[in-house]
């Protein structure tokens, strides 16, 4: 059984995968914090699940980009779980498992994820014949600039993510090929990072719990202005 942590955003959510049926999946968006939070949905859910720690035979967990708090509290727990359990672990980069929430799309998807200061960290997914596909990979970018090109490329594109907060209104304006996720599919969720780790595991396909680290894609703002302040860079 796959035991999946979601924490790249506000949003908690866990779940399990089990013979590609989805037992259990607790998504919650409140104003708790993931260190508050996150630990007890696992008990909670693994309890209204009728799930024992030793049924978990594999670990998958977001390593975003997104919040670098919420990825370090949720890779944490991942990895000590791993460990502790001594199940393997797998690392899913979020924008890949958010277009999991899109399964057999005709339209491409664009994962926006907010990365402050009027930027996002865009990417851009196709799914063909049951495969999913990179058309762009993650790259950070001011909102403005990824619509133009993507209205340029002239595709159906429907957008998800956090980052569609600052930009919900250009992109309703905007292009008519342009569309806005629902709410159930907008968000990150453990049962679609469930299923894009179960790719990799059956390839046997798994990652270090001692080295794997989360995706930043960039440096945090503590980190930015220490390097101003000090003159070198924060070891972190």
Not at 2 to 16: D, P, R
Not at 103 to 128: F, P
Not at 186 to 198: F, H, Y
Request: hydrophobic residues 45%; charged residues 20%.
């Amino acid at each position: 059984m796959l035991l999946a942590v979601e924490t790249s955003s506000l949003v908690s959510s866990v779940a399990l995968l089990h013979d590609n049926i989805l037992r259990a999946e607790l998504t919650i968006q409140a104003k708790l914090t993931h260190s508050e939070q996150l630990m007890p949905h696992i008990a909670d859910m693994l309890e209204k699940a009728s799930v024992q720690k030793q049924d978990i035979d594999s670990i998958a967990v977001s390593v975003g980009p997104g919040s670098f708090t919420g990825l370090r509290i949720g890779l944490a727990t991942a990895k000590g779980l791993s460990f502790a359990w001594k199940v393997p672990i797998i690392g899913i980069e979020t924008p890949v498992s958010m277009a999991w929430n899109f399964v057999g799309a005709a339209a491409r998807i664009c994962v926006l994820v907010d990365a402050q200061k009027g930027n996002v960290y865009a990417s851009v997914y196709e799914w063909s014949q049951g495969e999913l596909h990179v058309i762009m990979p993650v790259c950070i970018m001011p909102l403005t600039k990824i619509l133009d090109i993507l209205e340029q490329q002239g595709k159906r594109i429907v957008f998800c993510g956090d980052g569609i907060t600052v930009g919900h209104q250009k992109i309703q304006e905007g292009c008519p090929l342009f569309s806005i996720a629902p709410p159930t599919m907008v968000i990150p969720r453990a049962g679609s990072l469930a299923m894009a780790a179960l790719v990799r595991l059956k390839n046997n396909d798994i990652d270090d719990c001692m080295t794997l680290t989360p995706s930043y894609k960039r440096r945090s703002e503590a980190e930015v202005l220490w390097e101003k302040k000090h003159g070198e860079q924060l070891c972190l």
